[in-house]
């Protein structure tokens, strides 16, 4: 199964991708986690995209359409596919039509998460990551059992992400207002989009995402 959670930043798309790939197995590709390996590498693709990403705007679609292909190109085509945060523009969607199509894949849902933007600002700026193994968690709606230490593999070390500060997040915002939002009715023709309450409590979005896929 392929499927693209979309919605704006802070929507809840990394949180339930990470559940996705642990409950069913399937393989997140995130373009922003993609990049930011790129940047940290210091990578031809990660020098060009810094600058960008850090005024929180779009990188060109022709650098994230080659780490999607590159992606898939080295993937069993058996896996399933979670896009999380690809396709963000319209040239980025028509290019996800050609990949799959060339790698022999269906997209099959395409899932909302609608969520209130106000909420938005204070779910980024609360944003956290396990700096071992990526494990998202928030200052408030999501801390560690544990603090300081890793629900998931125990490390102590945690990150934070240098474009979620406020003035970031509202250009990342009116990007995908701007050029994110208008591909949806692409997808609503094809019947395969599905709004999800994204403001619910995090298990409760998992459920609905669940019962999406289980048809
Ligand atoms: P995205 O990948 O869409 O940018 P994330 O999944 O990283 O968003 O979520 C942004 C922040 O909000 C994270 O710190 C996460 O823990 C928190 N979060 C995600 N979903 C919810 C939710 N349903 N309710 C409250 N907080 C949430
Ligand atoms: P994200 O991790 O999805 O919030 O993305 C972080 C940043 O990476 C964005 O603000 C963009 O600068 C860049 N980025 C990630 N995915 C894309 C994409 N599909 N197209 C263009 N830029 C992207």
Do not use: W
């Not at 933007?117 to 700096?131: H, K, N, P, Q």
């Amino acid at each position: 199964m392929n499927i693209i959670l979309l919605g704006p930043p802070g929507a809840g798309k990394g949180t339930q991708a990470q559940r996705l790939v642990d409950r069913f197995g399937m393989r997140q590709l995130s373009t922003g986690d993609m990049l930011r390996a790129a940047v940290k590498a210091q990578t031809p693709v990660g020098l060009q995209a810094k600058a960008v990403m850090e005024r929180g705007e779009l990188v060109s679609d022709e650098i994230v359409s080659a780490l999607i292909d590159a992606e898939l190109s080295a993937m069993d085509a058996d896996t399933g596919v979670i896009f999380d945060g690809y396709p963000r523009t319209a040239a980025q969607a028509q290019s996800l039509d050609g990949l799959l199509a060339s790698h022999g894949r269906k997209l099959q849902h395409v899932i909302e998460l609608d969520v209130d933007e106000d909420a938005l600002v204070e779910r980024i700026t609360g944003r956290f990551t396990c700096a071992k193994c990526g494990k998202g968690y928030h200052d408030t709606f999501e801390q560690p059992a544990v603090a300081g230490v890793c629900d998931k593999c125990g490390s102590t070390e945690f990150k934070r992400r240098p474009d979620d500060n406020e003035e970031t997040v509202r250009t990342r915002m009116a990007e995908y207002r701007a050029k994110t939002q208008p591909i949806l009715p692409i997808y609503e023709e094809r019947g395969i989009v599905t709004r999800v309450d994204g403001m619910a409590d995090m298990d409760s979005v998992t459920s609905a995402i669940e019962s999406v896929l289980n048809g």
